[in-house]
């Protein structure tokens, strides 16, 4: 089955990039890779997506290895509301759902 | 903000009683979403409609029945659930199944 891994927590200063990481050894080529967070009590919130080329948005920045078994979230400039579970996904079985990591919880200091 | 709109967003009902929660989005999506999820763990799953058909049922209780009366609304209907069933239940929508799934801020569900 298809499977995400990602790190249980981390901790960034405000103002300095944070990098979460994530492992899709499974992945298949045609699968993208999801990047959501989810702030306490929230619904989780779409952040990028991509397939094999980096990807930037005005939230974050998404570097997928040449092999495709791992990706990086980037949050350039980290903030106090950046604080959040950041959940690394994949769709699996020919679109057919969306398979979800644990989540890395972020916690961004002052 | 979500553009996915969930009511109620926090729901308390008994184990013998009937209640909805009810999910709308105005995106012109055509595939909906529902998910539940625990304390510290990620959404799982539980049914996708895609053109107002069901397409998956991830093998959930008949206590919990989907509805979807058209392509913008998506309702869920409890009966008989159990305490082990309260959980944060999220509706979502994504344009087509397979593209970037919207989710709605969620209904907090306490079964007592």
């Known amino acids: 089955d298809a499977k995400t891994t990602q790190p249980p927590s981390m901790d960034c200063a405000e103002g300095r990039a944070a990098n979460l990481p994530c492992n899709h050894s499974t992945i298949s080529g045609n699968e993208y890779v999801y990047w959501y967070r989810q702030i306490h009590s929230q619904g989780p919130q779409y952040i990028i997506h991509?397939?094999?080329?980096?990807e930037t948005n005005e939230m974050a920045s998404l570097i997928i290895t040449e092999d495709r078994k791992s990706s990086t979230l980037i949050l350039p400039h980290a903030t106090l509301r950046d604080t959040a579970v950041y959940y690394c996904t994949e769709w699996a079985g020919n679109n057919r759902k969306l398979i979800w990591g644990l989540g890395t919880s972020l916690a961004v200091n002052p | 903000d979500t553009e996915v709109t969930q009511t109620p967003k926090h729901l308390v009902m008994g184990m013998t009683n009937k209640k909805s929660l009810k999910c709308e989005q105005h995106m012109g999506h055509r595939a909906m979403y529902w998910y539940k999820q625990k304390a510290k763990k990620p959404p799982e799953l539980m049914f996708v409609?895609?053109?107002?058909?069901?397409?998956i049922n991830e093998s959930v209780p008949s206590r919990f029945s989907p509805e979807c009366p058209n392509s913008s609304l998506l309702n869920l209907h409890l009966h008989a659930l159990q305490p082990e069933d309260s959980a944060l239940y999220l509706c979502?929508?994504?344009?087509?199944?397979?593209?970037?799934?919207?989710f709605g801020e969620g209904s907090w569900l306490t079964v007592v």
């Open positions: 409609y895609s053109y107002e058909k069901l397409s």
């Open positions: 991509g397939l094999k080329n980096n």
């Open positions: 979502a929508s994504s344009p087509h199944r397979g593209n970037t799934i919207y």
